[in-house]
């Protein structure tokens, strides 16, 4: 594995502008969609939208040990405009049109309650004070067979956990997000139940590289990505992600998780990315990264095995996927 110092590692290096915006070029003029009459790059209306503004940049994030060095980072364009977030739409390109305008992050309130000692009230100036920030660099794996590299900024889910002291009956811990009717997709529109609800246990949410996002690319969270906070488990199926978290009560019994809850057969509580247990419907043998032709190997735990595996032994994956 490849492992830079922390001064040594540029955005710049990994996925230069030209080559990300060349490869939409040839993408639209594959598609004959947008080359005019003399050639010249033309963005069709469609598209226009779409290339996501940038966000404010965040103070004194700094690089994790944690993060993973031996790929190349997707371009900022691809991680904020091909996305899932059903409460904007179910198609890739719905969150990036909707969510800005729709979702409202300031002001902001996360309550972390439950089996807890000390019950926590978070405003939106508090997300980015929860711990010291920190860049994480992680592979993600959607359950639908993609997979994107992304530089979050976030915290430890532990370092929040531990400010609420949890009792001895903490066992699990529930996410919701937040869930605004009118502003929103229905649950008959999105095909799921809102609010989205998501859950861990205790000792996954507990790990250090389990964390509360809050940025990406060194800048505030952009809104189709989950603004203001969002879970990120990167050995886990993208799903489990949850974004725009208002509600974390720890519990005693396993939490509703919300695709789970919409098919059990196919998407599982634990949802451990796996490459040798199939979605019901296709193969999880392989995926295909943004940005790139062929597709590759997906690896177990996403290629995090070796720093999560421990979790799990002793559990038969295949019944508990
Ligand atoms: N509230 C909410 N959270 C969500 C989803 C959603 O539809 N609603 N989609 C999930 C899925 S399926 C994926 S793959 C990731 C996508 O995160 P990204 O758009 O930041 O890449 O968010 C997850 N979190
Ligand atoms: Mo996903």
Not at 297 to 308: H, I, L, S, W
Request: some cysteine; aromatic content about 12%; hydrophobic content about 35%.
């Amino acid at each position: 594995m490849l492992i830079r110092k922390p001064g040594e590692f540029r955005y710049s290096d990994v996925t230069p502008r030209e080559v990300y915006l060349r490869r939409r070029e040839f993408i639209r003029s594959a598609s004959g969609l947008a080359v005019g009459a003399a050639g010249a790059l033309a963005v069709p209306p469609w598209l226009a939208g779409l290339s996501a503004q940038r966000g404010q940049k965040l103070p004194g994030v700094k690089p994790s040990p944690l993060s993973t060095r031996d790929e190349k980072v997707n371009s900022y364009d691809d991680i904020t405009t091909y996305n899932n977030f059903y409460e904007f739409g179910t198609d890739k390109d719905d969150p990036a049109k909707n969510a800005p305008g729709r979702l409202k992050t300031n002001p902001w309130k996360l309550t972390v309650e439950g089996e807890v000692t000390k019950k926590l009230e978070l405003g939106y100036e508090d997300l980015f004070t929860i711990a010291p920030l920190e860049e994480r660099i992680y592979r993600m794996r959607c359950v639908e067979a993609w997979s994107i590299v992304v530089p979050w900024v976030g915290v430890p889910l532990s370092a929040l956990l531990k400010k609420v002291e949890p009792t001895s009956k903490a066992k699990y811990v529930a996410f919701e997000s937040l869930y605004e009717r009118g502003r929103m997709l229905r649950s008959e529109e999105a095909g799921i139940d809102f609010p989205y609800v998501e859950g861990l246990r205790l000792d996954e949410a507990m790990h250090p590289l389990t964390i509360l996002a809050v940025g990406l690319y060194g800048e505030k969270l952009p809104e189709q990505n989950g603004a203001p906070v969002r879970l990120v488990v990167p050995w886990k199926y993208g799903f489990k992600g949850i974004k725009s978290i208002v509600r974390i009560r720890l519990v005693e019994r396993e939490p509703p998780a919300t695709w789970n809850i919409a098919n059990s057969r196919e998407y599982g509580f634990y949802s451990n990315v796996n490459p040798e247990v199939d979605h019901p419907r296709w193969s999880q043998a392989s995926e295909r990264r943004l940005g790139e032709f062929f597709r590759r190997k997906t690896q177990m735990f996403n290629g995090y095995a070796d720093q999560v595996a421990s979790l799990y032994t002793g559990m038969d994956l295949r019944k508990l996927y």
